[in-house]
T-cell receptor
């Protein structure tokens, strides 16, 4: 039972353009959402989070948008850089654990 | 380095052997999580500690798996009688009261 879904396994974007990664969830008890970035052979690295009381959170080139009615969140990276190439995981929490999506592999083409 | 550390980083073992992994969380974090990740999947929750108390265990955590967090500091995850299906990356994460979860580098287990 996949409660957090990332339906795009991969995404390719030109350097300098916007990358948009999407995530859908099913559990209305989730109140905290996070994005992690993962390089091969490393643990996930925290990128940005958003609480359910907000609909947008920005940190530099990264912005996370939350649409609670649609149970959808997205991560925008602008401008995209080659160093952003990695697997991005969406995660959601009802307070006691994190549920992860299956990841989207982002490739930023120089 | 004040991040989450895990030891060992890699472990190769034969089927039927016992293995133990260690996680040292960020010192002021009271929550500690163990996750397992297999190829092409996101991390899957195994168990969660609040200080030294193990508050939640996943159905994925069979009787062969046991985790401890004595004194609410480091944690160990032991797998007894390993099976080939146990081969995965085992991730530890720690979290403070108002922070996001920070993951360690993981222990990659290969069961031959």
């Amino acid at each position: 039972d996949q409660q957090v879904k990332q339906n795009s396994p991969s995404l390719s974007v030109q350097e300098g353009r916007i990358s948009i990664l999407n995530c859908d969830y099913t559990n209305s008890m989730f109140d905290y959402f996070l994005w992690y970035k993962k390089y091969p052979a490393e643990g996930p690295t925290f990128l940005i989070s958003i609480s359910s009381i907000k609909d947008k959170n920005e940190d530099g080139r990264f912005t996370v948008f939350l649409n609670k009615s649609a149970k959808h969140l997205s991560l925008h990276i602008v401008p995209s850089q080659p160093g952003d190439s990695a697997v991005y995981f969406c995660a959601a929490s009802p307070g006691n654990q994190f549920y992860f999506g299956t990841g989207t592999s982002l490739t930023v083409i120089p | 380095d004040t991040g989450v550390s895990q030891d060992p980083r890699h472990k190769i073992t034969k089927r039927g052997q016992n293995v133990t992994f260690r996680c040292d969380p960020i010192s002021e974090h009271n929550r500690l999580y163990w996750y397992r990740q297999t190829l092409g999947q996101g991390p899957e929750f195994l168990t969660y500690f609040q200080n030294e108390a193990q508050l939640e265990k996943s159905r994925l955590l069979s009787d062969r798996f046991s985790a401890e967090r004595p004194k609410g500091s480091f944690s160990t995850l032991e797998i007894q009688r390993t099976e080939q299906g146990d081969s995965a990356m085992y991730l530890c994460a720690s979290q403070g009261d108002a922070t996001s979860g920070f993951f360690g580098p993981g222990t990659r287990l290969t069961v031959l």
